[in-house]
Every structure is written in structure tokens, then in C-alpha cells.
T-cell receptor, first 109, second 111 residues
Framework: DAKTTQPPSMDCAEGRAANLPCNHS???????VYWYRQIHSQGPQYIIH???NNETNEMASLIITEDRKSSTLILPHATLRDTAVYYCIVNSGNTPLVFGKGTRLSVIA | DGGITQSPKYLFRKEGQNVTLSCEQN?????MYWYRQDPGQGLRLIYYSQIVNDFQKGDIAEGYSVSREKKESFPLTVTSAQKNPTAFYLCASSRTRDKAFFGQGTRLTVV
């Protein structure tokens, strides 16, 4: 599976949009971009995934560049409960997920 | 209530003892996974199983063993051969080519 690069930490003001970037320049054509988050001392939670097109669900939006070499997870109105480590993972669906260190997002009141 | 359940939440083990962590799912998922997480680190894969009675080693399988006798269950045994077993253990399940669901984890401490 392709490797991803994320900033180690980010801050966001409560109520503002949180934009979390991810680089995956070696992504293959059959690989999806997945986002999970992990709140302290809990199991990771699935957020969203996409292949080529932008995706939106009740939790977030995923913007994938046209060349698919990078993506951005958008939390439109961040709350304190969104404070967590966010993992960007590239995976074909046929193999186990490989986790990096993710981005630690701190939402500040 | 559908989901994936890990037990116990906290577990203490004496050095030299084997201990088994439970993972059960009622989501009818074929694939199940065990990960280990150390403080400040991402998850590392220990073992995974894509079908009953079959499993494969992950990146850090030494000192661990698993079984997959039933679709719903994927227990992990931490043996005395695992030199540094204190960690947070996470179990997950998924359908093929679909998102994974994680349990709430078991925190194992060697005393």
C-alpha cells in the first residue's frame, strides 16, 4: 500500500472548519483514500473514504486532487469533541490497513 | 446492538504468564484483525484473518498467537515469549473491500 504523509499536529478554533491535509504521491489506481480518527484511549473510528471523486457524509468532506496525489479532510464546524488523532490511509481494500502516526488535531475553545 | 466487542478493558499479567484477549463481532464480517498501539504511536498489525480457519502474520507477530475457529471470534494470546507486552490492543473487523470497525481496546499491563 502507498505511504501517506501528514503534519504531526494542527490547531483549529471551535466552530471553524478544520482542513487536514494528506500527501499520497505513490497511490495506485485501485487504491482508495480512507480517513479514520482516534479519540484518546478509544478504538479508531471510520470517517470517510473515496477513490477519485470528492465525497461528503454527515461527519466530513473529502477532497481528492485530480492527480490523486493528495487529499484534504474537512470538518466543516469543528467542536471540542473533534479533538483526536486523524489517520489518512491508502488501501486497495484487499489488505489490512496500515497506520502512520496521523495528525493530532486540537480544537480550541 | 451490532458491533465489535473486546474484553476485558483492562488486564494485568504477571511476567511469564500467557494471557488471552477476547474479540467478538456480530457484524457477519469475514475479516478480522489485531493491532498493537504503544504510547504516541500509530497502530501496528499483529495478525489478521480473512476467513475462518485461516490467518496470517502481520508486522509484529512474534510472541503472539491467534485462532479463528468461528467467524464471530478472533482471540489473541500474548505469550511469555513476547518481551514487551504492555500496550493497548485493538481488534477490528471488515467486509472485503470495505471500511473497518474497531473495538474499544484492551489495555494490557505487565506487573
Amino acid at each position: 500500500d502507498a505511504k501517506t504523509t501528514q503534519p504531526p499536529s494542527m490547531d483549529c478554533a471551535e466552530g471553524r472548519a478544520a482542513n487536514l491535509p494528506c500527501n499520497h504521491s505513490t497511490i495506485s489506481g485501485n487504491e482508495y483514500v480512507y480517513w479514520y480518527r482516534q479519540i484518546h484511549s478509544q478504538g479508531p473510528q471510520y470517517i470517510i473514504h473515496g477513490l477519485k471523486n470528492n465525497e461528503t457524509n454527515e461527519m466530513a468532506s473529502l477532497i481528492i486532487t485530480e492527480d490523486r496525489k493528495s487529499s484534504t479532510l474537512i470538518l466543516p464546524h469543528a467542536t471540542l469533541r473533534d479533538t483526536a488523532v486523524y489517520y489518512c490511509i491508502v488501501n486497495s481494500g484487499n489488505t489490512p490497513l496500515v497506520f502512520g502516526k496521523g495528525t493530532r488535531l486540537s480544537v480550541i475553545a | 446492538d451490532g458491533g465489535i466487542t473486546q474484553s476485558p478493558k483492562y488486564l494485568f499479567r504477571k511476567e511469564g504468564q500467557n494471557v488471552t484477549l477476547s474479540c467478538e463481532q456480530n457484524l457477519n464480517h469475514d475479516a478480522m484483525y489485531w493491532y498493537r498501539q504503544d504510547p504516541g504511536q500509530g497502530l501496528r498489525l499483529i495478525y489478521y484473518s480473512q476467513i475462518v480457519n485461516d490467518f496470517q502474520k502481520g508486522d509484529i507477530a512474534e510472541g503472539y498467537s491467534v485462532s479463528r475457529e468461528k467467524k464471530e471470534s478472533f482471540p489473541l494470546t500474548v505469550t511469555s515469549a513476547q518481551k514487551n507486552p504492555t500496550a493497548f490492543y485493538l481488534c477490528a473487523s471488515s467486509r472485503t473491500r470495505d471500511k473497518a470497525f474497531f473495538g474499544q481496546g484492551t489495555r494490557l499491563t505487565v506487573v
